[in-house]
Antibody, heavy 119, light 107 residues
Framework: EVQLVESGGDLVQPGGSLRLSCVAS????????MNWVRQAPGKGLEWVSY????????FFGDSVKGRFIISRDNAKNSLYLQMTSLRAEDTAVYYC????????????WGQGTLVTVSS | EIVLTQSPATLSLSPGERATLSCRAS??????LAWFQQRPGQAPRLLIY???NRATGVPARFSGSGSGTDFTLTIDSLEPEDFAVYYC?????????FGGGTKVEIK
């Protein structure tokens, strides 16, 4: 069974930093590209970042470019999101999402971890 | 950036009725469009990929159609568990984008 378990969400002050983690199981993590997608309270979905299976290709949404870093450790079946210069508008549930090798579509989502940016 | 516009924002229907949800893209996304369902307090779930293909385990009452800029998600005969928010999503161009969502609520 595919499982994606996020952690690291917390209350942080504006301008602060936070590192999110996602541990994958039930599939060959090393073979799959991954995304982070976020959802502000009561709002819709917003794509944050993408990383290919080998980390060769990385993309970011404009709202986080230059502030967030995505990385992965295939030996640990883990995906990371390093967030810096956090703003109130970064407050959201952050989901770790797998990209299907067969279809190229996001197929499995974790349950998310809540990041709250507030003083 | 490709903007996806979903309509209506809210759809009020009774169980057993048909739901028709629309997603319009600001430029062609070919068939690289997916639909997700999100129930309250849960993570999104993939329903349809590449415009018209049902994901594994998705009931046959869900169907998708369209290509280019206009897409439709149809739910035949709504079940109680289908009342949720539905999002369309394009993977044709970076940045990846989602529509604003359509809430299907019980009338």
């Amino acid at each position: 069974e595919v499982q994606l378990v996020e952690s690291g969400g917390d209350l942080v002050q504006p301008g602060g930093s936070l590192r999110l983690s996602c541990v994958a199981s039930g599939f060959m993590f090393t073979d799959y590209s991954m995304n982070w997608v976020r959802q502000a309270p009561g709002k819709g979905l917003e794509w944050v970042s993408y990383i290919s299976s080998s980390s060769a290709n990385i993309f970011f949404g404009d709202s986080v470019k230059g502030r967030f870093i995505i990385s992965r450790d295939n030996a640990k079946n883990s995906l990371y999101l390093q967030m810096t210069s956090l703003r109130a508008e970064d407050t959201a549930v952050y989901y770790c999402v797998r990209v299907s090798r067969a279809t190229g579509t996001m197929d499995y989502w974790g349950q998310g971890t809540l990041v709250t940016v507030s003083s | 950036e490709i903007v996806l516009t979903q309509s209506p924002a809210t759809l009020s229907l009774s169980p057993g009725e048909r739901a028709t949800l629309s997603c319009r893209a600001s430029q062609s996304v070919s068939s690289y469009l997916a639909w997700f369902q999100q129930r309250p307090g849960q993570a999104p779930r993939l329903l349809i990929y590449d415009a018209s293909n049902r994901a594994t385990g998705v009931p046959a009452r869900f169907s998708g159609s369209g290509s280019g800029t206009d897409f439709t998600l149809t739910i035949d005969s709504l079940e109680p568990e289908d009342f949720a928010v539905y999002y369309c999503h394009q993977r044709s161009n970076w940045p990846l984008t989602f529509g604003g969502g359509t809430k299907v609520e019980i009338k």
